[in-house]
Nanobody, 125 residues
Framework: QVQLVEAGGGLVQTGGSLRLSCAASGRTFDNYATAWFRQAPGKEREFVAAITWDGKTRYDTSVQGRFIISADNSKNTVYLQMNSLKPEDTAVYYC???????????????????WGQGTQVTVSS
């Protein structure tokens, strides 16, 4: 089992920045990839970014160049630095862990085994 706890959400103005964190505990050595997803009201959960155990990253095109995912393996924590935020970035952000070794990190929510409780990010216009 893996427990994931997100933090760092909040209210920010358009163009501002936030840094989310996802702290993992439990069987973290089995984590192949950790990803961030987000879900806005009335919308499907969507992929944002992912990082594999060996540091490979992957981003959705909507956040490419604005968001940066990183990991501090000594702290079992993954971060999502979000810059140049837009109102359309408003959502609940979830981190998720995948224990299956794949060629690349998956962008499909169904492939992730473990999820955090989510943290709200609101970007005002």
């Amino acid at each position: 089992q893996v427990q994931l706890v997100e933090a760092g959400g909040g209210l920010v103005q358009t163009g501002g920045s936030l840094r989310l964190s996802c702290a993992a505990s439990g069987r973290t050595f089995d984590n192949y990839a950790t990803a961030w997803f987000r879900q806005a009201p009335g919308k499907e959960r969507e992929f944002v970014a992912a990082i594999t155990w060996d540091g490979k990253t992957r981003y959705d095109t909507s956040v490419q160049g604005r968001f940066i995912i990183s990991a501090d393996n000594s702290k079992n924590t993954v971060y999502l630095q979000m810059n140049s935020l837009k109102p359309e970035d408003t959502a609940v952000y979830y981190c998720a862990a995948d224990h299956v070794r794949r060629l690349v990190a998956s962008i499909t929510p169904q492939t992730y085994n473990y999820w955090g409780q989510g943290t709200q990010v609101t970007v005002s216009s």
